[in-house]
C-alpha cells in the first residue's frame, strides 16, 4: 500500500523536541489536518534546508508521507508575508502555540481556528505602540474565545448555562469553569448580558476571529480585564494547570 502523501499543506511550527543527534520531532498546526506530528530528518545539520525554515509563528507550506502517528517531512517552504514578533509579542506567540499543543487533538482539522491563528500572528508581528498594544491584546481574547468554541469547551454565550434562559441585556454575567455563564454576584466582575450577546454573534459570522476582535476591541477596561481573567481561568481549568508556562515566563521577566 502506498504511502498517503500530503502536498503544499499550509501550516505553523508550534512546538519542536530533539529526535537524534541529526533530526527534529515537530508538532506542526495544518489547515486541512489539524494538529500533526513531523519528524524533520538531519534538520539540525548546518546544511540541512529546513535549518531556517523551521521557525514558529512563520507561515509554512509543508510536503510530508507516511502513515504511522509520526509522518516524514518531505519539503518545507516559507511563505512569507511578516517579520518574526519580538518581546512581549513573542511570548504571546508561544502562549498561542501552547494552548494548541495542550487542547487540540491530533488529526482534527479546524480551519476557522487555522485562519484565525494567521489573523493574530500578522498583528504580533506589527509596530509595538500603545494602540497597536491593545490591538494585540484584543487579539489575544479573540482568539482564547474562538479555541475554546472549536474545541467545544466553551458555552453558548446568549444564555445561562444552567437554566438556558435567555439573557438580560443589562444584567451582569460572569463565565466559571464548571458552571458555564451565570448571573454575577455583586462582589464579581462581570460583563453585562449584551457584551456576552455580542460575543456571540461574532463568533457566528463567516470571519469569527476579525468580527471578535473588533468587538472585544470597543470594550471598556473594565470589561476587557473581566473578560480576560475568566478566560484564563477557564483555560487553566481545561489545561488541567494552574498557570501556562508561558504565562508564569511572562510573570516572570515583568517582575524582572
Not at 1 to 27: G, K, N
Not at 32 to 40: C, D, K, N, P, S
Not at 123 to 131: E, M, N, R, S
Not at 180 to 198: K, T
Amino acid at each position: 500500500m502506498a504511502a498517503h502523501r500530503v502536498s503544499h499543506e499550509p501550516a505553523y511550527v508550534l512546538h519542536h523536541y530533539d529526535w537524534s543527534e541529526s533530526s527534529l520531532i515537530l508538532e506542526v498546526f495544518t489547515r486541512h489536518h489539524g494538529r500533526i506530528a513531523l519528524v524533520a530528518k538531519g534538520a539540525k545539520r548546518p546544511s540541512s534546508n529546513f535549518r531556517p525554515v523551521l521557525l514558529p509563528l512563520q507561515p509554512l507550506q509543508l510536503n510530508y508521507g507516511g502513515d504511522a502517528e509520526i509522518r516524514t517531512l518531505k519539503g518545507a517552504e516559507w511563505m512569507g508575508g511578516h517579520v518574526m514578533p519580538t518581546g512581549e509579542a513573542l511570548l504571546s506567540g508561544y502562549y498561542l502555540n501552547e494552548l494548541l499543543l495542550r487542547l487540540l487533538a491530533r488529526d482534527d482539522a479546524h480551519e476557522a481556528l487555522f485562519d484565525g491563528y494567521a489573523v493574530v500572528v500578522q498583528v504580533l508581528a506589527g509596530d509595538h505602540g500603545g494602540a497597536q498594544a491593545a490591538t494585540q491584546a484584543a487579539a489575544l481574547r479573540a482568539f482564547e474565545l474562538l479555541l475554546l468554541r472549536e474545541v467545544g469547551l466553551l458555552p453558548a454565550l446568549d444564555a445561562e448555562t444552567l437554566t438556558l434562559a435567555p439573557l438580560d441585556p443589562q444584567a451582569r454575567y460572569v463565565l466559571v469553569p464548571e458552571a458555564g455563564l451565570r448571573q454575577a454576584a455583586d462582589d464579581e466582575s462581570a460583563l453585562v448580558g449584551a457584551e456576552w450577546q455580542a460575543l456571540q454573534r461574532t463568533l457566528e459570522e463567516l470571519a469569527p476571529l476579525a468580527a471578535t476582535l473588533r468587538q472585544v476591541a470597543t470594550m471598556n477596561t473594565g470589561a476587557s480585564s473581566a473578560l480576560r481573567n475568566q478566560l484564563r481561568a477557564l483555560l487553566h481549568y481545561h489545561c488541567g494547570v494552574s498557570t501556562l508556562r508561558t504565562r508564569q515566563m511572562m510573570k516572570d521577566l515583568q517582575a524582572l
